[in-house]
């Protein structure tokens, strides 16, 4: 098994100080949830009787998230567990809450697999076609209370001095082709 592939080993001395056995020093429970989060398994043990721990602090970690605000688990799912408890439902609980964490899992990767194939991930996304036309309307609305530039459609000289161009005709060009470039992305997404 590779360093990545094995749980990070965790002991927990008598005084319940949190030991990082890979590099030697201290950690917290916040440290042990950004392990997590990263994606390694960590494994929780007790040094004196070596009884895992890591069910435990994991619980503890929800705890501390929740007491916080960081509500991620409904009222009611926490009533419903609560309950499993007590009843003979119980061994079907476990297997039940794996199971849907892995089709969560499993949607996420797909959703983000399909959001990466995609032409325009937002696409997609309801309501997104109504955000594209309020954008257009403010963009015209925008434009119109904007002065005419020459050479754009609207009124105005076109030339500053009799067969001259006007100064900062070719950055005027290289604007309006932008412009245009920008509506093209805008009215595609």
Do not use: C
């Amino acid at each position: 098994m590779s360093e990545a592939e094995k749980p990070l080993l965790i002991k927990r001395y008598a005084s319940r100080r949190l030991y990082n056995t890979e590099t030697s020093d201290y950690v917290t429970l916040e440290d042990i949830a950004g392990f997590i989060r990263a994606g390694r398994e960590v494994q929780i043990v007790d040094l004196k009787s070596g009884d895992d721990l890591t069910r435990q602090y994991l619980l503890q970690i929800v705890a501390e998230h929740e007491s916080k605000g960081e509500n991620v688990l409904p009222i009611n799912v926490l009533t419903d567990l609560v309950r499993s408890y007590t009843t003979e439902v119980q061994s079907v609980v476990p297997q039940f809450l794996a199971m849907s964490f892995d089709m969560f899992r499993n949607g996420q990767a797909k959703m983000l697999e399909n959001l990466s194939t995609l032409p325009n991930p937002m696409a997609g996304v309801p309501g997104f076609e109504d955000l594209v036309k309020q954008q257009e309307a403010f963009m015209k609305t925008l434009m119109s209370g904007m002065p005419q530039m020459p050479g754009w459609g609207g009124s105005g000289p076109a030339r500053e001095e009799e067969g001259g161009e006007a100064p900062g005709t070719d950055e005027l060009a290289q604007i309006k082709k932008q412009l245009a470039d920008l509506q093209k992305k805008l009215s595609k997404l």
